[in-house]
């Protein structure tokens, strides 16, 4: 049993069991591995870099603040405006586990603008990455943007879709060159496409990468 006099007083990182009694020669390899800032085993690593991760798995969206739910820990929940819902007719992956629920922003041809308002989200001044999954009904109409950070960053940016034609993915972002980048035009209408744009603002360079759901 556990009883509250035996509890920790401090920090602890890094447990690790093994089916084995470990040599005094595994065991510094250890300590050598991970006061480099490796794995265990000397493997690479590096720290989450996760900033938002929106899962849209709300039962539903009412306008309320802050109801899109931020599971990164990081707290930058976000609000559903202008009629943004959730459903769960036509996931990305069917089943149990698959991607459960997702945000539908279905405004009758833009003219509502539905969409989320994330409040206090940072001036992301380094290198950063925007990853999703995406269906549109109309890959031809301009600007539908997927994230867009274009008021209160000095370096703006947005993933969309439409505004470098039809069927193309753009990735814009003014602290690299050249400002916009758009891919082939290879999104059709209804379909599930995985998508990412990835900033590298030390090098001042953009990659955009689409996948469908076959892997393609």
Same mark, same amino acid.
């Given at each position: ?19 084995? /009694?470990?040599?005094?020669? #595994? ?6 591995? *991970? ?9 690479? =690593? ?5 900033? !938002? ?11 309320? /603040? ?13 609000? /559903? ?5 959730? !459903? ?19 405004? /009758? ?8 308002? @994330? ?6 001044? *380094? ?23 274009? *008021? #209160? ?14 069927? =193309?993915? =753009?990735?814009?972002? =003014?602290? !690299? ?17 995985? @998508? ?15 996948? #469908?759901?076959?892997?393609?």
């Amino acid at each position: 049993g556990f009883s509250a006099s035996q509890d920790w007083e401090g920090l602890v990182d890094e447990p690790i069991i093994f089916h084995s /009694a470990l040599n005094s020669s #595994s065991v510094s390899s250890i300590y050598t591995n *991970q006061s480099a800032g490796n794995g265990w085993d000397g493997s690479a =690593r590096a720290c989450s870099t996760l900033l !938002a991760n929106w899962r849209m798995d709300e039962l539903n969206w009412s306008g309320t /603040a802050n109801e899109v739910i931020d599971s990164s820990g990081n707290g930058f929940h976000a609000t /559903a405006t202008n009629g943004a819902v959730t !459903a769960g007719s036509s996931p990305v992956i069917n089943g149990n586990p698959g991607t459960c629920r997702y945000g539908e922003f279905e405004d /009758a041809g833009g003219t509502n603008g539905d969409h989320l308002v @994330v409040s206090g989200f940072p001036n992301i001044t *380094q290198d950063f990455s925007i990853t999703g999954w995406i269906r549109s009904s109309d890959v031809s109409r301009k600007g539908q943007r997927v994230f867009a950070d274009d *008021q #209160s960053n000095s370096g703006g940016y947005a993933l969309s879709l439409g505004d470098g034609g039809s069927g =193309r993915l =753009r990735f814009y972002s =003014r602290a !690299a060159s050249p400002v916009s980048l758009d891919s082939n035009a290879v999104i059709s209408n209804n379909t599930w496409y995985f @998508v990412a744009g990835l900033a590298d603002i030390t090098n001042k360079t953009k990659t955009i990468y689409i996948y #469908s759901l076959a892997g393609t």
